[in-house]
């Protein structure tokens, strides 16, 4: 399968504990953005990657978020000091900068729940 | 998905054709797209329409764009219980390294 993965599919966590989800984007994508979706609403932007560059962050990435694409390939989102709010579906997208209509490929979503 | 508005909900028959609707407020949105979301899945890339165009068909799927109005439109002709899922409209905004805004979504019940 050469779709977008995430790992984990689902994470359940104590609040206040640390979790990292991890994307791994289409092979030869430049571009990777996560969003976040919770019950009943669309996704919602939260940062987005050129490459290794992260050239933008929403004002929905609080300081206890932190996302990082070390060598321009797979990117980690870390959420810290979990808290009951952060619970969400986490997508990952990636795209081509040279496709023309900059088509956005998800992932299946890692879903979190805090308790 | 403040700036994109979808309504809710749509039920239509199988067989029938379905229209979901959407509208949008930034007037430099560049690309418009629709996505499917089924149960605990991510999102399907449907089609899209370049924001110059006012027309794209691609099989069973019709996309109309009314640039003054700001109003997107996805036809889905001989609707089949496996069209039956959450469907979302997106914009992609200039400059804004095309993150997409998206509604909330239409849920499509397709009923025999």
């Known amino acids: 399968d050469t779709g977008v993965s995430q790992d984990p599919r689902h994470k359940i966590t104590k609040r206040g504990q640390n979790v990292t989800f991890r994307c791994d984007p289409i092979?030869?994508?430049?571009?990777l953005y996560w969003y976040r979706q919770t019950l009943g609403q669309g996704p919602e932007f939260l940062t987005y990657?050129?490459?290794?560059?992260?050239?933008?962050k929403s004002r929905l990435l609080s300081d206890r978020f932190s996302a990082e694409r070390p060598k321009g390939s797979f990117s980690t989102l870390e959420i810290q000091r979990t808290e009951q709010g952060d619970s969400a579906m986490y997508l990952c997208?990636?795209?081509?900068?040279?496709?023309?209509?900059?088509?956005?490929?998800f992932g299946p979503g890692t879903r979190l729940t805090v308790l | 998905g403040e700036d994109v508005e979808q309504s809710l909900f749509l039920s239509v028959r199988e067989g029938d054709s379905s229209v979901i609707n959407c509208t949008y407020t930034?007037?430099?949105?560049?690309?418009l797209y629709w996505y499917k979301q089924e149960p605990g899945a991510g999102l399907q890339l449907l089609t899209y329409?370049?924001?110059?165009?006012d027309m794209k068909q691609d099989q069973r799927l019709t996309v109309l764009l009314n640039k003054k109005d700001k109003h997107l439109s996805l036809r889905i002709a001989d609707t089949q219980t496996g069209d039956s899922a959450i469907y979302f409209c997106?914009?992609?905004?200039?400059?804004?390294?095309?993150?997409?805004?998206f509604g909330a979504g239409t849920r499509l019940a397709v009923h025999p």
């Open positions: 997106a914009e992609s905004r200039t400059g804004g390294y095309n993150k997409l805004i």
């Open positions: 997208a990636s795209s081509l900068s040279v496709a023309s209509g900059n088509e956005q490929f």
């Open positions: 092979s030869e994508h430049n571009r």
């Open positions: 990657f050129q490459n290794e560059a992260q050239l933008e």
């Open positions: 930034d007037s430099s949105s560049t690309y």
């Open positions: 329409i370049f924001s110059n165009m």
